[in-house]
């Protein structure tokens, strides 16, 4: 049997294309593997606040004793940190199982590294049936693989602009995209007020029964995490469940952490804090959530990958630090630290090769500073993962 390691790396040479949006392929395959079917299905589409979300609801139906199933993309740190049971990453071996079962009914149909994941997670689900499976939208919705399942209920997070060269190059365009997720006479939850006008269209051509999130700054959920995306997760619970206790729901959204969404760590020299946010968007809501901290000397870890607004998301976070370690992410995809260069003031960057050799380098300027300070670490899934924080 293949190791977890060759089987990624095998995958990665499958399809000619890294993203090839498109569900003929991916159903097929599904269909010839003949699992039974899954239980209730949640699906969580949207540009920011997916992950959020999807790791909410799966906190609020494990409080209430379900079994859960969460899908989610891409890792920060471990391949399996995408397929969780009960919140916990499943082994390597129900993977690679998994992925036997996905090879041995594909025949000769080509799948990408993503089809073959969203699969595999599937094929377990099947096999463990879990009370509720969550799923994340990889990207967009409407083509993306997950799309291949009729889920019971849609959350739809916010929409900006983001992967134009697949979804499209305006907002509606986009929106369009990943409201395609919500199943005729079944619930769609909208996230952001400020989006429904966006998804409604497509929402309301199909069908959708549309339900909007209630505020919850009142309760208190106003803080770290996306209030937005942690009220859809509410409100999908109390559709789910019926009779839910919204203050038991409340105080459970109160203690979620979600790695990597401004995730504040003690350190030795103050505090780092971590944060995925690799569009123009979540930047910039990454530098008003760093305004709101305590001020305290602060250096910036950055990269980014190039096929995202680069100028965008460094002229966000430019003022939030005094430092900036710019790093070169891995080929094909990544940036090169001396190309974002220019979009800082001369005299603050240094360049690094790694993101964890500039990690280091801020750690030693953190600890020059006489006071605690703080190390921000940004700019991509692969930044924070690659970091050597995990």
Same mark, same amino acid.
């Given at each position: ?177 990943? =409201? ?10 909208? +996230?952001? &007020?400020? #989006? !429904?006008? %966006?998804?409604?269209? @497509? ?79 979540? =930047? ?10 305590? +001020?305290? &000397?602060? #250096? !910036?870890? %950055?990269?980014?990958? @190039? ?84």
């Amino acid at each position: 049997m293949r190791s977890l390691a060759d089987w990624l790396a095998y995958q990665e040479r499958q399809h000619p294309q890294a993203i090839d949006l498109g569900l003929e392929r991916v159903r097929a395959v599904w269909q010839r593997m003949a699992c039974r079917p899954l239980p209730r299905v949640a699906i969580v589409a949207g540009t920011n606040g997916k992950g959020t979300a999807a790791h909410a609801l799966d906190a609020l139906a494990r409080d209430a004793g379900w079994h859960t199933g969460r899908y989610t993309s891409p890792h920060l740190y471990r391949y399996n940190e995408r397929i969780c049971l009960d919140g916990v990453p499943v082994d390597d071996r129900k993977i690679c199982a998994a992925f036997d079962a996905v090879e041995a009914a594909r025949g000769e149909t080509s799948l990408t590294y993503f089809e073959y994941g969203t699969l595999a997670a599937l094929a377990i689900f099947a096999a463990q049936a879990p009370d509720l499976v969550i799923l994340e939208v990889g990207l967009g919705g409407r083509l993306d693989a997950t799309n291949i399942i009729d889920a019971d209920i849609a959350i739809l997070c916010s929409v900006a602009l983001d992967h134009q060269d697949w979804l499209g190059s305006d907002l509606a365009a986009i929106a369009a995209e990943k =409201a395609a997720v919500a199943r005729p006479g079944r619930p769609a939850v909208v +996230a952001d &007020p400020a #989006a !429904l006008p %966006l998804y409604a269209p @497509r929402l309301e051509k199909a069908g959708v029964q549309v339900v909007m999130a209630e505020s919850l700054v009142d309760a208190g959920l106003d803080g770290h995490l996306p209030p937005q995306s942690l009220a859809a997760a509410l409100k999908a619970w109390q559709l789910l469940a019926p009779g839910a206790n919204s203050d038991k729901g409340i105080a459970v959204l109160r203690r979620l952490s979600v790695p990597g969404r401004m995730e504040r760590r003690e350190a030795p020299f103050g505090e780092y804090v971590l944060d995925v946010a690799h569009n123009p968007a979540a =930047a910039q809501r990454l530098a008003e959530q760093v305004r709101c901290l305590p +001020a305290l &000397p602060t #250096a !910036l870890v %950055l990269g980014i990958q @190039r096929d995202k607004d680069v100028g965008a998301i460094c002229q966000s976070l430019s003022p939030i630090a005094e430092r900036v370690f710019l790093c070169d992410l891995p080929p094909p995809r990544g940036a090169q630290a001396e190309t974002l260069q220019g979009f800082f003031p001369a005299g603050c960057v240094e360049t690094c090769a790694t993101p964890q050799v500039a990690r280091e380098r801020a750690e030693s300027w953190a600890g020059q500073c006489e006071g605690p300070a703080r190390i921000i670490i940004a700019g991509s899934f692969v930044t924070v993962g690659e970091c050597g924080l995990g």
